[in-house]
């Protein structure tokens, strides 16, 4: 693999959203292109970009040891070796650059000339990843937010695990994404939903494919055929079978899937918002009641979050602070 970072004027792009809007199945479609390689969620591209790129120049050594240690990037199936090769021998000069190796070493890995990204967390980081990277292209795929929100009910590993918290969840992605988005223009950002990908998806990818810089390929269409391959990168694969199917309209529907109740306190959090990209409304007004009612679940789902936030830091720390097993034995014979 070459060493020199001339991709800068190859878009890199980038597949956003919030979650559970189908952003796997649009990774699987660009990923079954022959020249583009998309892996499974980074996780780490904003999370650790001020430790190595302060200002004594970019740390490789130690972004090298937090990479192979990342248990989504162990997953992408690349060898220690292969990795340490490319970032220390030399090691690039910024963090941008490390990255841009990092993912070309993936597309080099499936015979490819193009890499992208696919995780749905971008869609709050946007300027920060147009910053990286100039020649960034942005995908944001947005599905309808009941739907989102049953998906989540579904699952209860992960995620909000209630309507109301689903509604905000929702509502805060898809609106960042949008204004961070629009401020760069047509020719970097792009919007397609769910919905139109799968009722049309020969036409939607033929634009996506333009905007990110490719000719359609109709192995696009195939990408069910080798979805076992995609998501052997995913760190929760059995959460995505839905991948072994093509793209199949009414998978999750929430006019027969979602009481009353649950729409109603949806579309009091989000109904403005599911309005704006131009979904329908079940309810045109909604009594001050059920606003209120609303109001409360959001308030108590942020608390009940927030405290599971602070005792996961609780337990890092804890974790941190224990002496090992070896230090342990060591002072304990010292004492002897």
């Known amino acids: 693999m070459r060493n020199d970072v001339t991709d ?3 878009p890199f792009v980038f597949i956003v959203g919030c979650g559970r809007s189908g952003t796997t199945m649009l990774r699987s479609m660009f990923d079954s292109h022959p020249d583009i390689a998309i892996p499974g969620e980074s996780g780490f591209i904003w999370r650790r970009r001020n430790r190595y790129d302060g200002g004594e120049g970019f740390d490789a050594q130690a972004f090298v040891d937090y990479l192979l240690d990342h248990r989504r990037f162990r997953r992408w199936g690349i060898e220690r070796s292969a990795v340490q090769s490319a970032l220390l021998e030399p090691a690039p000069a910024t963090y941008a650059d490390a990255l841009r190796i990092v993912y070309r070493l993936y597309a080099d890995s499936r015979g490819k000339e193009r890499y992208g990204d696919k995780t749905p967390g ?29 998906s989540y009910m579904d699952i209860k590993e992960w995620g909000p695990s209630q309507v109301a918290e689903a509604a905000q969840y929702w509502k805060k992605r898809v609106q960042r994404g949008r204004k961070d988005g629009l401020a760069l223009g047509p020719d970097r950002y792009q919007e397609v939903t769910y919905e139109s990908l799968v009722e049309d998806p020969e036409n939607q990818l033929r634009r996506l494919a333009q905007f990110a810089g490719v000719a359609y390929h109709d192995s696009m269409m195939l990408y069910f055929e080798r979805a076992g391959e995609v998501l052997t990168t995913e760190l929760h694969p059995h959460r995505h079978q839905g991948l072994y199917k093509p793209p199949t309209k009414g998978l999750r529907d929430w006019r027969t899937k979602m009481g009353e109740t649950e729409v109603a306190c949806f579309e009091a959090i989000a109904g403005n918002v599911l309005e704006e990209f131009g979904y329908e409304r079940r309810f045109e007004r909604l009594p001050s009641s059920v606003r209120l009612r609303a109001g409360i679940d959001v308030g108590a789902s942020q608390l009940r979050r927030t405290r599971e936030i602070a005792r996961g830091a ?23």
């Open 314 to 336: 609780g337990r890092r720390v804890h974790r941190q602070l224990r002496p090992s097993a070896a230090a342990s034995k060591s002072a304990a014979g010292g004492k002897r």
């Open 122 to 150: 971008h869609v709050l980081r946007i300027p920060l990843l147009t910053e990286l990277f100039p020649e960034s292209r942005i995908i944001h795929l947005v599905r309808d937010g009941r739907n989102v929100a049953l």
């Open 8 to 10: 800068v004027d190859i």
